[in-house]
Nanobody
């Protein structure tokens, strides 16, 4: 069973940057679509970005130009580079991998102050 561990969350000021990391156990990570969702208090979990095994990316409209997903070159890792943060980005960010079913990480909190 693949396991995902997110890191890199924390407190940032508006306009600042964070980079989230998601590292997976197992050898299937690079062969499956992976990505990020986020969930703000009182809201449903929403899609942020994804990347296929071949490197094709998809971004939510709220992420375009600011939040960039990328796979690590040699590790079972996917990153979310978050630039020009705003308080609307405050949420718990979850990494996932799409296999026969979706496997989620435990989430990492991102808080952006104005």
């Amino acid at each position: 069973q693949v396991q995902l561990v997110e890191s890199g969350g924390g407190l940032a000021q508006a306009g600042g940057s964070l980079r989230l990391s998601c590292e997976a156990s197992g050898r299937f990570f690079r062969f499956n679509p992976v990505g990020w969702y986020r969930q703000a208090p009182g809201n449903q979990r929403e899609f942020v970005a994804s990347v296929t095994a071949t490197g094709n990316t998809k971004d939510a409209d709220s992420a375009k130009g600011r939040l960039t997903i990328a796979r690590g070159n040699t590790k079972n890792t996917v990153y979310l580079q978050m630039n020009n943060l705003n308080p609307g980005d405050t949420a718990v960010y979850y990494c996932y991998i799409q296999r026969t079913q979706v496997v989620w990480g435990q989430g990492t909190q991102v808080t952006v102050s104005s």
